[in-house]
């Protein structure tokens, strides 16, 4: 067969993997052609993240130390997680790990991975506290891995956050962010559904943020493969027409936002008109729609309304 003298000819991780010998630059040709055969359209750029993990450098060295061997264990951890790949588990599952926003995040099948859409969610929330703060504390509804209420709270010091969630799993990735980014003192993980851990704290939030689960039912199954087979429904479906989250967070975000404060809620395509209309209908203003770098309407926002007075009962939750 002659071809490439690095490649192994049984594939990565079949038969007779690892071979005796080989180089970063061999291992990586084979692992990008496993992968390209298994259709994956990032085949290439997969198996870069996945073999730079295996040996514990940067990407860029894979390029800088092509020619030089692998050990037979590294070999063989990157053949496993090629292997995975191959079934379409997501790459940030397989590592671990996930970038928002500069944050590296802790990632796994409990929560959503954070997805770069909602990076302009936590821009725009930013944006709304330069512009109409100094504010004290937001809260985020269903934080997953954590990744909002971390990003928010790197970006404003100032800013207490309580991230409510009520999966298990999700908490305990949450938690494990919130520690390792040594954001301890400034977020406040409680579990629960939505508001219901918040009863004590009426009128008091400068800020509600929220990517809810906004994928209709019916159309579940249709989604790539790395969502629908390896990330939790419970942070996808929306109910039937993807939105039942939303309805419960237009109602019931008025009684603990203080007067003019702000809710800014992620949403699915072709969910901001009837959304809008839920936000007007809800006594909401100054509601506003941004679009994601595809174009698509990603993030809706609006205040309740009257004019910023001082959160009340918000000392309790700001440490
Ligand atoms: N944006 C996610 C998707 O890819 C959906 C996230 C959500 O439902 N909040 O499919």
């Not at 599952?93 to 099948?109: A, N």
């Not at 943020?209 to 994928?215: D, E, H, Q």
């Not at 595809?294 to 309740?304: C, M």
């Amino acid at each position: 067969m002659g071809g490439d003298p690095g490649v192994h000819a049984g594939g990565v991780g079949g038969p007779g993997w690892p071979p005796s010998e080989v180089t970063i630059g061999g291992l990586l040709a084979a692992g990008a052609a496993a992968l390209a055969g298994s259709g994956l359209p990032t085949a290439r750029r997969d198996a870069e993240w996945l073999l730079a993990d295996a040996l514990g450098v940067d990407r860029l060295r894979l390029v800088l130390d092509s020619d030089r061997v692998v050990a037979a264990e590294v070999a063989d951890r990157f053949g496993e997680w090629i292997e995975r790949r191959k079934a379409h588990e997501p790459l940030q599952h397989i590592l671990g790990f996930e970038e928002f926003r500069g944050l590296r995040l802790k990632t796994g099948p409990a929560a959503l991975i954070p997805r770069p859409e909602t990076e302009l969610l936590v821009e725009w929330a930013l944006e709304l506290e330069r512009t109409h703060g100094p504010w004290r504390l937001a809260v985020d509804v269903g934080a997953g891995t954590g990744a909002i209420a971390c990003a928010l709270a790197a970006a404003a010091p100032h800013l207490g956050l309580v991230a409510v969630e009520r999966s298990t799993g999700a908490l305990a990735l949450a938690a494990a962010n919130i520690a390792a980014l040594g954001l301890g003192r400034q977020v406040r993980l409680v579990a629960g559904d939505l508001f219901e851990p918040l009863a004590g704290l009426p009128s008091a939030v400068d800020l509600i943020v929220s990517n809810p689960p906004y994928i209709a039912t019916a159309t579940l199954s249709q989604l790539p493969r790395e969502v629908s087979d390896w990330e939790p429904p419970e942070a996808l479906d929306g109910g039937p027409d993807g939105m039942a989250v939303h309805r419960r967070l237009v109602a019931e975000s008025p009684r603990i936002l203080r007067p003019a404060g702000w809710l800014v809620m992620e949403m699915g395509e072709e969910q901001a008109g009837p959304l809008r209309r839920l936000l007007e209908a809800g006594g909401f203003e100054g509601i506003e729609v941004r679009r994601d770098f595809r174009g698509t309407e990603r993030v809706i926002a609006g205040r309740v309304p009257g004019t910023h007075a001082e959160s009340v009962g918000a000392e309790a939750w700001v440490r």
